[in-house]
Nanobody, 127 residues
């Protein structure tokens, strides 16, 4: 098990940027795959993107591709979500998630595939 703590949320105008951080404590192997999800009021939690620790590969949902970037600092066991060109529809609580699995395959965007979750951080984008 690993503890995940997100930070960096806030309020921004449309077109602005924010960088979210997710610091993990515990075994490094528990964060082999880390994902970002978001949940808007009244909606299901949806996949934003994910990063593989060993492969270095990143994956993004179509809605954020080209605007959001995931990076990792292995020394700090921290993953970042850089969000540029924010839109009002990006408003949500953002969660990071982790699993020890090296590859999730077709389940990469499935929230049940992840074992540990952070508490979430609010992102609000105004028009």
């Amino acid at each position: 098990q690993v503890q995940l703590v997100e930070s960096g949320g806030g309020s921004v105008q449309a077109g602005g940027s924010l960088r979210l951080s997710c610091a993990a404590s515990g075994r490094t192997s528990s964060t082999n795959t880390m994902g970002w999800f978001r949940q808007a009021p009244g909606q299901e939690r949806e996949f934003v993107g994910a990063s593989g620790r060993r492969s270095g590969n990143t994956y993004y949902a179509a809605a954020v591709k080209g605007r959001f970037t995931i990076s990792r600092d292995s020394a700090k066991n921290t993953v970042y979500l850089q969000m540029n060109g924010l839109k009002p529809e990006d408003t949500a609580v953002y969660y990071c998630a982790a699993t020890s699995r090296l590859s999730l395959g077709k389940y990469l965007d499935t929230k049940n595939a992840y074992d540990d979750w952070g508490q979430g951080t609010q992102v609000t984008v105004s028009s």
